[in-house]
Structure formats: C-alpha cells, structure tokens
C-alpha cells in the first residue's frame, strides 16, 4: 500500500476542484483492502475509485481516503453466457472494450464512462437504453455492519434509477469485485434509446452490431462534452450534476420531455427544466468567479473552466436548482457522490 499526505482532491477528481486529502492511500490488492477496512472498523473513511462522481469541499478530507488500485478480470463460459468477474479497481471502459471486441453484449451501449467498475453498481450506472444492474449477477462487498465479506445477489442490490442499497446505505458497503453475465452473440444488441438508434439508423429494439453500437454511443457523448479529453473544459465534469426527476403523471410541465416508467411514475429531462428555466448550455461565466459554467455542450453537467474552486461549483449548482424550483417546483437532487458539501 502506497501512503501519500496532503494530496489536493483536484487531482483525484474530474471535475478537478476540492481541497486536500490528509491521507492518501493507495490500495493495489482485494486482500489489503479487505484488511484494511476491517483495521478501520468503524472509523470513517472516503472510498475513491476514478474520482469522476465525487464532489469534495474545499476543506477536503481529514478521515483516510482509500483509492481503490486492484486489478483483475476472470472469465468462465457458461453456454451461451459469460461470466466475468472484476476487481473493483479495474478501468470501466476498459473492460467495456474488451466485452465489445470479444463480442459479449450487455454493456456496449455504456461505453465512454469515466471511472472504475467497482464504482458502477453504486449509482447503477446507466446510459442509451442499458444499467449495469441488468447484467450484475453478484457484488463481493465488505460489510462494515456485519464485518464480513459476503456477495450479494442482484435483488440484494436493489437497483433502481441511479440508485442502489449502496447509495441508500452509505458506508456500509465496500465493493471488492463485482460479476457479469453477458450474452455472447454474432447479432449484436437490440437498441433501445431513440438518439442512438436514429444515429445507428435502425428501429427502436433492432439489433446492430457490438462495435457499431459502441462507436455511435463514443460520437454521442464526445458531442456532448461527455469523454473526457485534457483541452476540452466541456468534459471537466462529473457527467450529470443532477438526476432526472421521476414525477407523479400530473405534474410533469408541459412541454418537458415524458417517459413514462413500469411504477406509474414518468421522467422527465432535467437538462430541459434547466434550460427552460433560463439557464442556458454555458451559463454561469457572469456568475461569481465565472471560473464554473454549466458545459457549452451539455445544460446537465457543471464545469471547471480551470481554476474554479467547489464553491464556485456549489454557487452554480444552487442557482440551477433554485430557478428550476421556482419556475417549475420541481426538486433536482443532485447525482453525484458529494462529500462535505451541501446545496
Ligand atoms: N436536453 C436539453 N438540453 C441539453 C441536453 C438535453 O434540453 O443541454 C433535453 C432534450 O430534450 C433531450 C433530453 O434532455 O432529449 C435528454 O438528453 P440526453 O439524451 O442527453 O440525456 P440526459 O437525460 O440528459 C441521461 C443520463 C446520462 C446518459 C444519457 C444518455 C442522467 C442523470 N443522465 O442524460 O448519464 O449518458 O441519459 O443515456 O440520468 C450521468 O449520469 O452522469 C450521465 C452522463
């Protein structure tokens, strides 16, 4: 394990802001990981995984932050299924690729996701008509409540719409490794959101190949300021800042993007009731420092355009959220992990 001691979150973190962690450290196997939270027992401490959902204060962090640094894939056949199972700490769209090249189907459509997998069932990861939750078979946790390993059953996740018994229980959980069970096909995967299939130019539930699915989802998220890329201050983020809302029938606004869901409820477009409240794609230069703006390409992510501070993301996220309060009383609930911050 590598310890390090005033480390600024800002390098730990794709939106690039927050202050120090006190003490850093680095954990490159399952084995250590699991010795090590148990030594913490019931003493807080900070999971960080690829630092892409995580926003710190600019106080930063006294108690421990763990980065999770283990590595490995393991493959089994099981007919016509595979099951994978994957260190926490390995890249996501690493194995993303791999299960694309390999002609493995249930994750290509979550290509270009920043972080780590073990990070994926947290907020049940999901984008372009797939959730990682629908190909989870088993996440090997800690369990501080219990203080024992133990792998729960994709009911045990309780997945929901980015969310989990992970994110509901916060702290109890750490993820050690989590399993997959993907199809393997030559047909490739049926495509279930419209602006992908209108890119792939197929029908909505039509198959298209893994790799012509994972190449128009990359297009997709490039154009909005969703891979990120070093120059591109678009894409200094933490993906969506905010969850889409899930509303009675009645009281989605007029106009505002409908999807309807199995529980009767519909989602709406949280980056639309943004919009439609004044708040266009690169507000925010006039606001404060003008160092945070919401992306030029994307009213759903707040950006760092270089030098902003977690203030400056806390003041633009504040006013989002009360102008789209006011003018729709609608409540956006933040999506990401925030950590000693409050809006
Ligand atoms: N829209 C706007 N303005 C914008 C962008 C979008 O009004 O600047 C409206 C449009 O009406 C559009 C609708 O919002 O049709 C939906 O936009 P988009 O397809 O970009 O999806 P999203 O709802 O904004 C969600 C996820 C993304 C995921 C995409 C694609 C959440 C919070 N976000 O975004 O996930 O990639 O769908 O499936 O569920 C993330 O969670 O960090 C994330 C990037």
Not at 149 to 169: M, N, Q, W
Not at 279 to 308: C, E, M, P, V
Request: aromatic share 6%; charged share 20%.
């Amino acid at each position: 394990m590598l310890e390090r001691h005033g480390v600024p979150f800002a390098a730990l973190t794709t939106l690039r802001v927050g202050g120090e962690a006190d003490r850093l450290i680095e954990v490159p196997t399952r084995d250590e990981l699991v010795e090590l939270v148990r030594e913490l027992d019931r003493e807080p401490y900070v999971l960080l995984g690829g630092g892409s959902n995580l926003v710190v204060s600019d106080g930063g962090v006294s108690a421990p932050v763990i980065a999770v640094r283990t590595a490995g894939v393991t493959v089994s056949r099981d007919a016509d299924e595979v099951l994978l199972d994957v260190a926490a700490g390995e890249p996501w769209d690493a194995l993303v690729e791999r299960c694309v090249d390999e002609g493995w189907a249930g994750v290509e459509a979550l290509s270009g996701i920043p972080g780590s997998v073990g990070a994926t069932p947290i907020q049940n990861v999901g984008a372009y008509g797939q959730d990682v939750g629908a190909v989870v078979s088993g996440v090997e946790v800690f369990d501080r409540a219990a203080a024992s390993v133990r792998t729960l059953s994709p009911a045990g996740c309780d997945f929901g719409y980015r969310t989990s018994i992970f994110k509901a229980e916060p702290g109890r959980f750490v993820v050690l490794s989590v399993q997959f069970r993907l199809a393997v096909t030559d047909e490739g995967a049926g495509v279930r959101y419209d602006e992908l299939a209108r890119r792939l130019e197929v029908a909505i539930g039509d198959a298209a190949p893994l790799a012509d699915v994972r190449g128009a989802v990359l297009d997709l998220r490039r154009a909005k300021g969703m891979v990120l890329a070093d120059q591109d201050h678009d894409t200094w983020s933490a993906g969506s800042f905010f969850m889409n809302p899930l509303l009675a029938a009645g009281e989605v606004p007029s106009g505002a993007p409908r999807w309807p869901q199995p529980d009767g409820r519909v989602k709406t477009s949280a980056a639309w009731l943004i919009e439609q409240a004044g708040f266009h794609k690169g507000f925010g230069a006039d606001l404060g420092t003008g160092r945070a703006t919401l992306s030029t390409k994307h009213a759903l992510a707040i950006t760092n355009r270089g030098g902003a501070t977690t203030d400056d993301i806390v003041l633009l996220a504040r006013t989002v959220r009360a102008g789209v309060l006011d003018q729709f009383g609608v409540t956006l609930d933040a999506e990401p992990t925030l950590v000693g911050v409050h809006l």
